[in-house]
């Protein structure tokens, strides 16, 4: 049973449009939730995170939208940048409980 | 390098052999996660420990798995009589506290169990 769903394996757009990564979950006991970036032969690193108690959180030309009641999420990344591709995974978990769940990944690739 | 440190970067080892992978964590960091990645999935919870403690290893896969922190700081994950379904990169990640916030992760340690 997964908990974290990222149900588009890859996502192509030009460069200076809109990416728009999607993420459902089904444990209503998360309230904490993270978008990480990989290049190939690297770590995931944050990006961005968003708690239950908000419905948007804005970084620069990121933004993370949670919708609690669909149980979905989605970062925004506007402009793309060629520099943006890579794979991109939605995380989630309970604050003070340690442990993030992680979906399958979205690859974008950024076309120039 | 401040960032956390994962070795070897790479293993190749027959099946049915003894492997240990380390992990230093970013200085200060008092939780510590291991995570295995297979191609095409996200990273899977293994274990996290809080200081010396394992707090949380219900992601364990069966009792061939084991991973210790002795002092608090570095870890090793250890894997007994490989099989070939253990080929994974193995994520070690570190954080200032537990709570499910941001993790910073290694670059990982590519297994490879003929």
């Known amino acids: 049973d997964q908990q974290v769903k990222q149900n588009s394996p890859s996502l192509s757009v030009q460069e200076g449009r809109i990416s728009i990564l999607n993420c459902d979950y089904t444990?209503?006991?998360?309230?904490?939730f993270l978008w990480y970036k990989k290049y190939p032969a690297e770590g995931p690193t944050f990006l961005i995170s968003?708690?239950?108690?908000?419905d948007k959180n804005e970084d620069g030309r990121f933004t993370v939208f949670l919708n609690k009641s669909a149980k979905h999420l989605s970062l925004h990344i506007v402009p793309s940048q060629p520099g943006d591709s890579a794979v991109y995974f939605c995380a989630a978990s309970r604050r003070n409980a340690g442990k993030s769940t992680f979906g399958d990944g979205t690859t974008l690739t950024v076309k120039p | 390098g401040a960032g956390v440190s994962q070795t070897p970067s790479n293993k190749v080892t027959e099946k049915g052999k003894y492997v240990e992978l380390r992990c230093d964590p970013i200085s200060g960091h008092t939780a510590l996660y291991w995570y295995r990645q297979s191609l095409g999935q996200g990273p899977e919870f293994l274990i996290y420990f809080q200081g010396t403690g394992a707090a949380d290893d219900s992601g364990l896969p069966n009792d061939r798995f084991f991973a210790v922190r002795p002092e608090g700081s570095v870890s090793t994950l250890k894997i007994q009589r490989t099989e070939r379904g253990d080929s994974a990169v193995y994520l070690c990640a570190s954080s200032l506290a537990t709570g499910g916030g941001e993790l910073f992760f290694g670059e990982g340690s590519r297994l490879t169990v003929l």
């Open positions: 968003i708690s239950s108690i908000k």
């Open positions: 444990n209503s006991m998360f309230d904490y």
